[in-house]
């Protein structure tokens, strides 16, 4: 039996193991095998990690997690026709059924069905990962592995700056993590007339800066309604959350314009109370939600901000781990450092 590398979650508690006794995963007749040149953390991996009850209540131990990655086919299954061995490709998270009502109205990033890699099959923090061939994105040979492992978060930045329709308008974005500074950045090539970072950092706002904002305001020490909408004169045109903050989604709604949008990526922990009378009635505001990618439009759009000169992908990277220091890239996360962290196997 073939054996591989790979970070293996396999008990009900905080943390995860490096193991080196891995079975490679087999291909189905719709499957590819991908060789992981590069996977790149999420938050659902530090949930995973720590076992939250989001992780409680999806997984199934043991198993392999980790969803941001990129690499190369290897093998694919006797029906998968559209990628061949030898693509570089990026991996699609949503595993859509592709038989309900929205896959069958082009809308696969919100099956109904919906499947997770590393969350609900085996993931990408290993040597080799086997998932649907629907699922991958052939990159081009201009883009390196590094950066295309972080197309896939970058994505959901780009979903809510595209729902946002950002060009020439006055946009706030909350929340400077990895996929907030992503956004920025897509903003900023998308055109919006200005940008407004709003975090409780300053190491991250400072990555803001290099990632295009305009403005930035620490949330924590100043009034970012206040200084919104003394700037503006009647407050944002767009305003993105990608915090799921209940006090940032108020202050978000609170400075967003009469007429004005917002879009809400962020995910809360449990319900979130507005003032839905003057936040959003009497506003007559556009709210919008947004999850994952649009298959494949919005991995289109990633590929090309990540070939535009506006968009500092570097700021975006925090960190470059082997694959057996995870526990090391965990660590910086934990410890606020602003990007996001790869793991090469």
Same mark, same amino acid.
């Given at each position: 039996m073939a054996v591989m590398k790979g970070i293996l979650k396999s008990k009900p508690e905080v943390g995860a193991e490096f193991r080196t006794d891995l079975p490679v995963p087999e291909v189905g007749p719709r499957d590819i095998? #991908?060789?992981?040149? $590069? #996977?790149?953390?999420? /938050?659902?991996?530090?949930?995973?990690?720590?076992?939250?009850?989001? &992780?409680?209540?999806?997984?199934?131990?043991?198993?392999?997690?980790?969803?941001?990655?990129?690499?190369?086919?290897?093998?694919? /299954?006797?029906?998968?026709t559209e990628v061949k061995?030898?693509?570089?490709?990026?991996g699609e998270t949503h595993i859509p059924c592709n038989n309900c009502y929205q896959c069958e109205t082009d809308n696969r990033h919100i099956c109904?069905? %919906?499947?997770?890699?590393?969350?609900?099959?085996?993931?990408?923090? $290993?040597?080799?990962?086997?998932?649907?061939?629907?699922?991958?994105?052939?990159?081009?040979?201009?883009?390196?592995?590094?950066? $295309?492992?972080? %197309?896939?978060?970058?994505?959901?930045?780009?979903?809510?700056?595209?729902?946002?329709?950002?060009?020439?308008?006055?946009?706030?974005?909350y929340g400077c993590g990895p996929i907030g500074l992503m956004a920025i950045g897509c903003a900023k090539v998308f055109g919006a007339k200005t940008i407004t970072a709003v975090d409780v950092f300053d190491e991250k706002l400072a990555v803001a800066k290099k990632m295009g904002a305009d403005h930035i305001i620490n949330s924590k020490d100043e009034d970012a309604v206040k200084i919104v909408m003394e700037r503006t004169g009647h407050g944002a045109d767009v305003v993105i959350d990608y915090t799921g903050n209940d006090i940032a989604i108020r202050s978000g709604f609170n400075m967003l314009k009469k007429g004005g949008r917002f879009v809400?990526?962020?995910?809360?922990? /449990?319900?979130?109370?507005?003032?839905?009378?003057?936040? #959003?009635?009497?506003?007559? &505001?556009?709210?919008?939600?947004?999850? /994952?990618?649009?298959?494949?439009?919005?991995?289109?759009?990633?590929e090309e901000v990540l070939k535009s000169p506006l968009y500092n992908v570097d700021a975006?990277?925090?960190?470059?781990?082997?694959?057996?220091?995870?526990?090391d890239a965990f660590k910086a996360i934990f410890s606020g450092v602003p990007g996001k962290m790869i793991l090469i196997p």
């Open positions: 095998l #991908v060789n992981v040149k $590069a #996977v790149a953390i999420c /938050g659902t991996d530090q949930h995973i990690y720590n076992w939250t009850e989001y &992780a409680q209540e999806r997984m199934t131990l043991p198993m392999v997690f980790g969803h941001e990655f990129s690499g190369d086919v290897v093998k694919v /299954g006797s029906e998968v061995v030898g693509d570089r490709v990026a109904e069905n %919906m499947k997770i890699i590393g969350v609900h099959t085996p993931g990408a923090f $290993a040597d080799y990962i086997s998932f649907p061939a629907d699922d991958a994105y052939i990159i081009s040979d201009e883009l390196d592995y590094e950066r $295309a492992a972080t %197309m896939e978060p970058m994505g959901v930045g780009m979903h809510g700056v595209d729902k946002g329709n950002v060009k020439d308008q006055d946009v706030v974005i809400m990526v962020g995910l809360p922990n /449990g319900e979130t109370a507005l003032d839905l009378a003057n936040m #959003v009635i009497y506003k007559e &505001a556009t709210v919008i939600g947004v999850t /994952g990618r649009e298959m494949y439009k919005t991995w289109e759009q990633c975006t990277i925090g960190g470059v781990y082997k694959l057996e220091e995870f526990e």
